[in-house]
């Protein structure tokens, strides 16, 4: 069975700090997605990563994929309070995809 | 482009009672994916749907849950004589292949 992990499950960062969210999983796929979820509402995709070294960056966040390691990253830089929210990344099994466990990130001055 | 649309926003069910999600996709996709969130949880995947088929359920709870993707109208997700742990935001995506598009999900509470 696919397990899809992130640490850390909760992360309180100073605004202007660096951080790096880590998602594992277990199995062998070459496309992962990571997703944005404020508190009450629904899902907004952030990246797709679609090959083994694939980066991509967007504003203060930057995403990474590698997949000899079953590994991807989301770095903040810099961070500001209107990136608290709660991370997803979750990984393609051809039909459906798996979530990782989340990462709750609140941003404070 | 409307997105993926559902109805309704917010549900309230007594025990026992029928609860019916629907989820329009976004014009042109011809795939569905239901996921159910609970508090303080990530999505779990439920069952994944094209027109007229039912293309993996492995998600789907064995009893009282069931889906449709008919050839007109909206996707639907039936639960049967719900119970409290039933409670939980039902999110439905479309997507044409690749990138799933997420509805605003449907809040269902049990009482």
């Known amino acids: 069975e696919l397990k899809v992990e992130q640490n850390p499950l909760f992360l309180s960062m100073q605004e202007g700090k660096n951080y790096t969210i880590y998602c594992n999983y277990s199995t062998t796929s070459d496309r992962l997605y990571w997703y944005r979820q404020d508190p009450g509402k629904s899902l907004e995709s952030l990246f797709v990563?679609?090959?083994?070294?694939a980066v991509k960056q967007e504003g203060r966040l930057m995403a990474s994929l590698d997949t000899k390691a079953r590994l991807s990253t989301l770095h903040i830089t810099a961070a500001v309070h209107d990136l608290s929210a709660t991370y997803f990344c979750?990984?393609?099994?051809?039909?459906?995809?798996?979530f990782g466990t989340g990462t709750r990130l609140q941003v404070f001055p | 482009n409307a997105g993926v649309m559902q109805n309704p926003r917010h549900l309230v069910r007594r025990r026992g009672q029928e609860a019916r999600l629907r989820c329009s996709p976004v014009k042109g996709h011809s795939h569905v994916y239901w996921y159910r969130q609970l508090p303080e949880e990530g999505l779990k995947f439920m069952v994944y749907?094209?027109?007229?088929?039912?293309?993996?359920e492995s998600g789907m709870p064995k009893e009282r849950f069931s889906a449709e993707f008919p050839k007109e109208g909206p996707s639907i997700l039936r639960i049967q004589q719900v119970v409290r742990g039933d409670s939980a935001a039902y999110f439905c995506?479309?997507?044409?292949?690749?990138?799933?598009?997420f509805g605003p999900g449907t809040r269902l509470t049990v009482l």
């Open positions: 979750a990984v393609d099994l051809s039909d459906k995809l798996i």
């Open positions: 995506a479309s997507s044409p292949l690749g990138v799933r598009i």
């Open positions: 749907l094209q027109k007229e088929n039912i293309i993996d």
């Open positions: 990563l679609l090959s083994n070294g």
